[in-house]
């Protein structure tokens, strides 16, 4: 027998209004036997307040469960949806497409009688991207903007990461207060301006300041009038609050908490105000019953505050410094530290240095450590998002990780003089005549984009990069002779920089032709600045590994070659000893350091010159030793071909190391048990012939044939100069105390050097953001004011315990994450902790499936939701192109509808 399922509405109630006010969400599933069938329409009262609380892993469906609710609001009949309002503050910037049909799933639709129809909402874009949305054709009705007058000092300091008591925070309040006393609306200007005026507060501290409030004027979402809230809480309308424009910015989060939290406040409070009004009349005409007429319409709209808050959230960091371990980070950071970490740009497909602009202390957390092929190590917690080829995903469902094939620098001022004096050795020179320095590149002009800011970063200026055409006619000693046609790239420096660097004793004209000696400062300096003149030399006159033509996982040795006048053998044999020292120095050996016979070429003058050969040492131990502690600056291809080779070396290593494990393991077993090869096999889940040749024929580990080769392992994981490992293992380990860091505009860095995500929740946990007041209020004292709040979160096991405990309605779509689903059990009623796994590992393997736990009843119902009738725009984008032929069907099955 079916019958209608109410959500959140009691029996009382149910019995006085019926389904009048109610949205249809989706058909209940009913189990009998092995059968499973969709049976029982479900509803989900929207007359009274609630709280709604949408969880589910990525791509289960919460956004469109939220689309969905908004949609039915709208769908109300006039005299109910004019006493309502919603309003969707859009993060991830998805629900523009409400304004167009679902003719994608009208075969769906018509078996669950639903007409593919648009809503006409209303989007609201940020003042600063308004106008250039309304240029590209995107979607959107009307700008929106924030007066500062309604932005508290608390906000500020939030918004800033300083804290409200600080010199800073001081000096923030202040001002604040004293244009809020005014009663009249200001611009961000006028705060500027009453900043610079200030002479109470310490010039520095009044200098951060100002860069702060400069930087949020930027965000270009503040202005004296600001949008009215009367605009956007419009009766019966769905209102969609665009926010997704500042996810690359850098803030990004702290704007979206701050515009969420004043929304939230100023609805709160101005429902407040109304909601006396309408209780007095509400009492004075049921006193007047039979002489008043009872109004229909509420003097203002209930409100349904939407929320798609599913974002992402974390041991040596990459940072401009060098590597530091994060708790030291964590304990010597303050707001004004100047330290930058290095990070990934999704946008640019890069990575730079990027500032730290937030610092966590998380409290002892459980901890897993991921090995991956390469052996390489990371430990995390759990949950804690890592990179993958799909995005961020939670450490312990990731099946691969990211790690950067190209890195920026060192930015300390040694090692930046040390990379640019590698560099004027190779492709770079000092000219005595005209006093100049140069520095050329081969074929990436970003190359020079680099050294430039290594210039810049020492206090030395450069010229802009010039560019030409060049063809060169290279003579061998030995006959030969070639044309090479290329564009060459340059930057010149003046006599401050020739000056700088002919004071260190670098070699002043030509190379060839002038006695090269590395000088004694260098010879004595640490590895470090070794190893990065190095790098900056093989970057320019060394060679990266190469594929070997006999074997595909072979290679061709590290090489670097110079030439010297035949006049100046002594002198370049003397240099060339001088390479191998340092070389040998940083624990890389060399096999050959010596004159190349028949290797030199013959001059424009007639003279001979001489080709002097650095070869390192070839075997897999000792070129893995050189990528890791030296490897190629100022040269792209070479940098990304050589850290390519290395991870492809370390996976051969890894590979070879766990072999050899099981070799071990195999003689054990055999000694011990006298089994054969089949029974050991069995038990070390590897094939019978690997024991056979270990067993009986004494056989040692070598690399298994079906390893692939270097091209073919680099092009299955490369990606965007991004390779992906594939993750071998997870171990459990003791819990330890955790930290982590927010990272501007990228929110991610490199740690062990793995690309790992930082996360914001807009009601977090732990900690605070600009909105965290604002929605707990809400959720504790919403239902008096009539005002309803739906939170959509990948991880319910990190969100304000408040949100758990407060929902009425929580909607679980599939969760995978263990700690989600023990968050789901621990902190919701009694009721539903009951039977909770089993009913989601009982939901089918299909999107939009969710446990609907409805408190008003104490009832747990397993639901299909409803297709929705606008365009859901929170899909996965797809490799494959949609067909012509899909739509045209789509389009053709609306007008049999």
């Given amino acids: 027998m079916v019958f209608d399922v109410v959500i959140g509405r009691s029996k009382k109630d149910l019995e006085k209004y019926g389904k009048e006010g109610t949205i249809l969400m989706g058909k209940q599933y009913i189990k009998m036997g092995q059968t499973t069938s969709l049976s029982n329409p479900v509803y989900l009262d929207v007359a009274g307040s609630h709280v709604v609380f949408i969880v589910g892993k990525r791509g289960s469906g919460k956004s469109y469960s939220l689309g969905a609710i908004a949609e039915g609001i709208a769908d109300l009949p006039q005299e109910i949806k004019q006493n309502l309002s919603i309003i969707l503050l859009d993060t991830m910037g998805i629900y523009w497409t409400m304004k167009y049909p ?9 078996q669950w009688g639903i007409e593919a129809k648009p809503l006409d909402v209303k989007i609201y874009t940020p003042t600063g991207f308004y106008y250039q949305y309304k240029e590209q054709g995107i979607p959107t009705d009307f700008p929106f903007s924030i007066r500062p007058l309604d932005v508290n000092p608390e906000d500020w300091c939030t918004v800033f990461s300083i804290d409200q ?61 600001g949008t009215p809230l009367k605009d956007i809480v419009a009766r019966g309308q769905v209102t969609v609050l665009d926010v997704s424009p500042y996810a690359t910015m850098g803030s990004g989060w702290d704007i979206k908490a701050l515009v969420v939290g004043l929304i939230a406040r100023t609805l709160f409070n101005q429902r407040m105000l109304t909601r006396k009004t309408e209780e007095f009349k509400t009492v004075d005409a049921a006193m007047h019953y039979f002489s008043k007429e009872v109004e229909e319409k509420l003097d203002e709209p209930l409100v349904w505050l939407g929320i798609d808050e599913c974002l992402p959230y974390s041991s040596s960091i990459t940072t401009s410094r060098g590597k530091i371990k994060i708790g030291q980070i964590i304990n010597q950071w303050m707001p004004t530290t100047q330290l930058k970490v290095l990070g990934y740009d999704l946008s640019q497909k890069k990575v730079g240095f990027f500032p730290i602009t937030k610092v966590y202390k998380k409290g002892v957390k459980n901890i897993i450590e991921l090995t991956t092929e390469t052996g390489r190590k990371i430990k995390c917690t759990p949950e804690h998002k890592i990179l993958t080829a799909d995005g961020f995903k939670e450490a312990q469902i990731a099946e691969e990780i990211g790690t950067p094939l190209q890195l920026n620098y060192s930015q300390e001022r040694k090692h930046i003089v040390a990379r640019l004096v590698g560099h004027l050795y190779g492709d770079g020179w000092l000219s005595a005549n005209q006093k100049q320095a140069g520095f050329s590149g081969k074929r990436y002009p970003e190359d020079l984009e680099i050294i430039r800011g290594d210039l810049h970063t020492i206090g030395l200026s450069s010229s802009k990069i010039y560019s030409r055409k060049t063809v060169s006619t290279i003579k061998a000693v030995s006959g030969k002779e070639a044309i090479v046609e290329g564009t060459s790239h340059s930057v010149g420096a003046g006599t401050k920089v020739f000056n700088f660097f002919s004071e260190l004793s670098i070699p002043i004209g030509s190379k060839t032709n002038t006695k090269v000696l590395i000088p004694k400062w260098l ?47 002594s002198n370049g044999e003397q240099y060339a000893r001088q390479i191998k020292f340092l070389l040998e120095d940083i624990g890389v050996k060399v096999s050959n350091a010596s004159e190349r016979k028949n290797g030199g070429n013959l001059r424009k003058d007639g003279t001979a010159s001489i080709k002097f050969q650095i070869t390192l040492a070839k075997n897999v131990e000792n070129t893995i030793k050189f990528l890791e502690t030296v490897g190629y600056r100022y040269c792209t291809e070479k940098e990304i071909k050589g850290n390519k080779w290395l991870l492809y070396l370390k996976a051969r290593q890894h590979t070879l190391k766990e072999r050899e494990q099981l070799r071990l393991k195999a003689l054990k077993i055999r000694k011990e048990t006298g089994w054969g090869k089949i029974k050991i096999a069995r038990k070390l889940g590897i094939q019978a012939w690997q024991v056979r040749d270990w067993i009986y024929h004494g056989r040692g580990t070598k690399l298994c044939w079906s390893f692939s080769d270097f091209d073919v392992w680099n092009e299955s994981r490369v990606k965007n100069n991004i ?24 929110h991610n860095f490199v740690a062990d050097g793995f690309i790992v995500h930082n996360c914001h929740e807009l009601l977090p946990k732990e900690g605070k953001t600009a909105a965290t007041n604002a929605l707990i209020t809400i959720l504790r004292e919403g239902r008096q004011p009539g005002i309803s709040l739906i939170l959509a979160s990948q991880q319910p096991g990190k969100i304000h315990t408040d949100v758990l405990t407060q929902a009425d309605t929580v909607i679980a779509h599939r969760l995978t994450a263990r700690m989600d689903v023990d968050a789901l059990g621990m902190l919701t009623q009694s009721y539903m902790r009951h039977g909770l796994e089993q009913e989601i590992d009982f939901l089918p393997r299909v999107q939009g499936a969710a446990v609907i736990f409805d408190d008003a009843n104490e009832r747990i119902f397993p639901v299909q939701m409803r297709p929705r009738f606008t365009w859901h725009g929170g899909g996965s984008p797809f490799a494959i192109p949609e067909k012509k032929e899909f739509f045209k069907k789509g389009l053709e099955k609306l007008k049999e509808l």
Wanted: proline content about 2%; overall charge neutral.
């Fill in 102 to 110: 679902n003719f994608q799933d009208a075969e769906l639709l018509k």
């Fill in 165 to 225: 008591n600080s010199a800073e925070g001081v000096l923030i309040t202040r001002i604040v207060q004293e244009l809020g006393r005014k009663k009249t609306s200001y611009s961000l200007d006028t705060l500027l301006d009453a900043v610079h005026q200030d002479t109470e507060s310490d010039p520095i501290v009044n200098h951060i300041v100002l860069n702060e409030f400069k930087k949020a004027k930027g965000w270009e979402i503040f202005s004296a009038e």
């Fill in 523 to 569: 010879m004595g300096a640490s590895k470090l600045e070794k190893a990065e003149f190095l790098a900056a030399l093989f970057g320019a006159d060394g060679v990266a590994p190469s594929q070997s033509k006999k074997w595909g996982g072979d290679f061709n040795a590290i090489r670097l070659t110079f030439n010297k006048a035949s006049t100046l053998r």
């Fill in 723 to 746: 390779l992906y490992e594939n993750i071998l293992s997870k171990i459990k380990k003791k819990a330890e105390p955790v930290f982590d860091i927010s990272v501007d505009k990228v």
